[in-house]
């Protein structure tokens, strides 16, 4: 990095790109005064803002520090920008009290491509899209010219948009080869969309923003996860087989699992998320929000624990970090007092649809502690629970609420998810039980990835649509890659079934047959079992998940060097092609493909209804897994029947003997 300056210019580039301009012409930095209002329905968001003010700054003084240099923003402002390599930090200090609003402009090029924002649904490469980011539910179809949109829209105002997200972050990777991080929790909006300059902005003035670039992309995500931290590795029991998510009490779910092994499918653990009990609503059949095992459904269940050990399976639970208002677990945390305020000093409890709950305020460390010590641990660590979805983070209002912190709910909306993950790491650590335990999360933020050790892409609908369906989790493992979250999976053939809108038998074998090459295969029956496919209910499914489980296990040793250079250098296990083929343009716009590793290459199938499929190659001699053929570089159309998705491995490949032998083994033509 350089900085360039004369009088009043100011330029930082990254050898001769130029990243950031001031001078006569142009600014890079805006101000002003915004008025928002912001409205919540269960996790979802009405924002809208009236910028009563926004100008430009010039820089009115200029001085050279031992560091870089310090820039006045005509009184408004003062920017110290310190280089060090190939890294720049721009430190900002708010001189005028009244400014709210913050706009920072990078310089962008011609057929540039961006990508990260944390965890995008919809578009990996940002360009031509702006993207605000704010942790909230999804959204249901995602796309406003759907009817299951508009309908979720009219009824809740849950349909959803396509830069809805669990997981914002407010950072990205430009193809020029450096990321931008701001220092800020704030409400954000990262506009892409002007050919010349990206625009990047906050309602707050940020700590700070970093820029660091490096050679390569390998090289650039390893200085970023540096910077934000990296997820510890999986246990060794995830690669056992798969984790089936069932529920409806001990001699259902077990026995699912039970009539899962007889047809040879290998399972790893069994996942009951109605562990603490049910409860019913117009959605469907909910869970009772008070984390401890419920005894009428799950009788005995640290004994039956214990059996599911010996049998070498393990046991996964479910917990938020909100308790029901007509739980004991609630009433023991009032009295601990343990939950974010109203002004008026009594518990704030948010509405999550027909139940109440206290948010715990994770921003108090006596709070933290007691949800880790009487929750985490007690009610699911002691009695030997082996992970558990720690669900949520999103359903931070902005209303009348008041946290221990005193910081504005505004600023800790986005960071309630980091606070999130840090208590359930926090609780494994203390345990002694990083390491064996593993816990899966869908919300996060800046701070996320060091303490969460498993992402998963949350709340999918039941079928292929293009916003909302199958196709979605692989843009979200891309894009959550290249913000520091390398460890993700989804729910095997969605979650959110409404409006008649139910899964197929084929739409689950195709989320099966993907998620065969993912870090992790887990089920979930969905939010309507009974209306929907599971796979338990039918011969042939069972049969044909059990071969793609195998293939699964199989694959392990990869997986497992995969996951540990994750952890060790910040390389996601699911890659974007251009991380390995940085000289291949069309490498840079495909975003429903990926590498699984640097060997193998995964095009899944994300249409009903066909049995070819057309995908693109990069250089390499590549060996099509299921037949054996040799393919170069190139768009291809190769068969693709059910249990057999598109997938390809490098013929130089170390790995190139256990690839063989797999596709030997399983496939269906040899």
Known sequence: MQLVHSALDFTLRNGNDVILQSDRDSAMV??????????????????????VQRRPLAVTAL????????????????????????????????????????????????????YGCGEQMSYFDLRGRHFPLWTSEPGVGRDKSTYLTWRYDQDCGAGGDYYNTNFPQPSFVSSRHYYVHADSTAYADFDFRHEDFHELQFWEVPASVRIEAAPTFLELLEKQSAYLG????????????????????????????????????????????DWAGVRYTSFGKRLNWNWRFNRELYPDLPKRIEELHERGIRFMAYAT????????????????????????????????????????????????????????????????????MADFGEYVPTDDLVFASGRSPMLEHNHYPALWAKCNYEAVQEAGKLGQVVYFMRSGGTGSQKYCTLLWAGDQS??????????????????????????????????????????????FLRWAEMNAFTPVMRTHECNRPDTNFQYYDDEDCMEQLARLVKVYTELAPYLKEQVAENAARGIPVQRPLFLHHEEDEACYSIQFEYLLGPDILVAPVWHAGVSQWELYLPEAPWVHLWSGREYGKGTWTVPAPLGQPPVFYRKDSKWAPLFEKIGKEYSLDR
């Open 30 to 51: 805006y101000v002003g005064l915004g008025q928002e209002t912001v409205n919540m329905h269960q996790g979802n968001f009405d924002i809208q803002d009236y910028v």
């Open 321 to 388: 970090s909100h308790l029901a208002s007509d739980g004991d677990m609630y009433a023991k945390g009032a009295e601990a007092d343990i939950f974010a305020k109203r002004a008026d000093g009594s518990n704030y409890l948010v509405d999550f649809g027909e139940f109440d709950c206290g948010i715990a305020d994770l921003t108090d460390p006596e709070a933290c502690r007691w949800y880790k010590d009487e929750i985490l641990k007690k009610n699911l660590l002691d009695i030997g629970v082996d992970g558990w």
């Open 462 to 507: 039941v079928d292929f649509s293009r916003h909302d369906g199958l196709c979605t989790v692989i843009c979200a493992a891309l894009s959550a890659g290249l913000s520091g979250c390398g460890l993700t999976h989804s729910d095997i053939g969605g979650y959110t079934s409404m409006y008649e809108n139910v899964r197929t038998k084929e739409l």
């Open 230 to 273: 990296r997820q510890p590795e999986l246990p060794d029991w995830i690669y056992n087989g798969l984790i089936v998510g069932v529920q409806g009490g001990s001699e259902r779910s077990f026995g699912i699992v039970d009539r899962s092994i007889a047809k040879g499918i290998p399972v790893s653990a069994v996942w009951c998320q």
């Open 63 to 114: 001085e050279e520090t031992a560091e870089g240099c310090r820039l006045d923003l005509e009184g408004e402002l003062r920017v110290d920008v310190r280089v060090e390599g190939d890294c720049a930090v721009l430190s900002f200090t708010r001189l005028n009290p009244a400014i709210n609003r913050f706009w920072l402009r990078l310089r962008a090029e011609k057929g540039e491509h961006c």
